[in-house]
């Protein structure tokens, strides 16, 4: 059985294609994901979708989908975000199509009645990953925009918030990631050249500008959109970065920037740790598996910074799949959730 697992974020949409042998266990896993910024091309979602199957179109048994696109401001509320993207969804297979939501997978009809257990659920979809490589773990999954830190006990997640509102509330959701989170939103203030300096708070520069001036990641990898529109080099991210303090490359030198860079990157790490304290220390569990575009530069960081062992996902999945860990753990329900029916 060929299953294609979708998760539809704001900005990403991955896809993971997963075969599966008689006894349901993974066979070969293929990986894509596109840049589609919902909130200006939402429109754009089905073509997305079948641009990424591609040749596999014609192969797969089911399709899964899990989201958290319905926030994006191009919907007045989250219920008319799912509707709206699980009617596109459906539109765009001719096989069984099914949705994450927090009481497992969901067809179209029952996500019509009850749109709100399917929002922002992908991370129902990942917690069982982690619980293979430890049944009592914490799952901390960093993304492009944001950081999942998901509790596990005897294999079950046991997250106290459900809704992405609640889990703020209780550390388990950041709303830091590795490239689109805003710099101005993790500081506001700066050690610069020997004084403290209050930042401007503008769009200028992002978290990927961050790890492409660290070394953290490629050109490849900055898969956003750049705030000012130009490229991507270490030079032109420099420059982004200069105007977070009303700067420029004039103004600023190269060894200027970069210590900002670090100092930001502290920062961030700091705030994803404190976080997983807080969900370590309330659940008493010391043990964590990461995953996510951000798993070592951020997530393995935020660990040591706790004092918390970790474990990659990538001892169960390969490094490139562990970015797409929603879209694998969403195939996998849902391949789970055909053969119970057939069954």
Known sequence: MKIAGFDIGGANTDVAVVDFDESGNITGVETDFVYLPMWMKNDKLSEALIKLLGICMDEVDGVGVSMTAELVDAYKTKKEGVIDISNKSVDSFNVPVGFVSLDGIMELSEVVDNPIMVAAANWIATAPLAAKIDQNCILID??????????????????????????????????????????????????????????????????????????????????????????????????????????????????????????????????????????????????????????????????????????GMDKILKKDDCTVAPAVGTAILMEQFIRNKIN
């Open 142 to 311: 960093i993304g492009s925009t944001t950081t999942d830190i998901i509790p596990i006990k005897n294999g079950k997640e046991c997250a106290v918030g459900r809704s992405d509102l609640e889990r703020l509330k209780t550390g388990e959701l950041v709303y830091s990631g590795t490239l689109r989170t805003n710099v101005a939103a993790l500081i506001e203030k700066i050690p610069l050249d020997g004084a403290v300096l209050r930042i401007a708070s503008e769009l200028f520069a992002v978290t990927a500008d961050i790890q492409m001036i660290l070394g953290n990641i490629t050109e490849e990898e900055y898969s956003c959109d750049t705030m000012d529109g130009s490229g991507k080099s270490i030079e032109e991210c420099m420059r982004r970065l200069s105007r977070v303090v009303c700067g420029d490359m004039d103004v600023l030198n190269h060894n200027e920037i970069i210590a900002m860079a670090e100092y930001i990157y502290r920062t961030q790490v700091s705030k994803i740790s404190e976080a997983l304290l807080e969900v370590s220390k309330r659940n008493n569990i010391t043990k964590v598996v990461t995953t996510g575009l951000g798993m070592d530069i951020l997530g393995a960081k935020a660990c040591e910074q706790a004092g918390l062992e970790y474990t």
